[in-house]
């Protein structure tokens, strides 16, 4: 007797961070947003990491609804607030730091 094949649904899960919250992003106005977020003039350290993150949640967002049919599942997950011990070594002021 032929067994069908097991399917098991892949599944690719992103890190991301609640602080797209953050992004100020004014190059979405931009004909070329990407572009220009290379624009030395346009440039603001503060804001570049928040923009990241934004893309990110674009690009999952995107990549979730290109996927949808195969049965590939695309998330973005938050590790905020998890219990880990990443701070482990760095002592208390860290860990407040950390936290």
Sequence with gaps: MVREPTVI???NGLTDSL?????GFPEHAAPKPIR???????????D????T??????????LARL?????????????A?????IGREAGMLGGVIVA
């Design 9 to 11: 649904p892949s599944t």
């Design 36 to 46: 220009a977020l290379n624009d030395r003039a346009r440039f603001r350290s503060l």
């Design 19 to 23: 602080v797209h919250y953050l992004a």
């Design 81 to 85: 607030f998890c219990r880990s011990e």
């Design 67 to 79: 996927s949808k049919a195969s049965g590939i599942v695309v998330s973005a997950v938050n590790p």
């Design 53 to 62: 993150k934004l893309i990110e949640i674009f690009i999952v967002h995107k």
């Design 48 to 51: 570049r990491y928040p923009v």
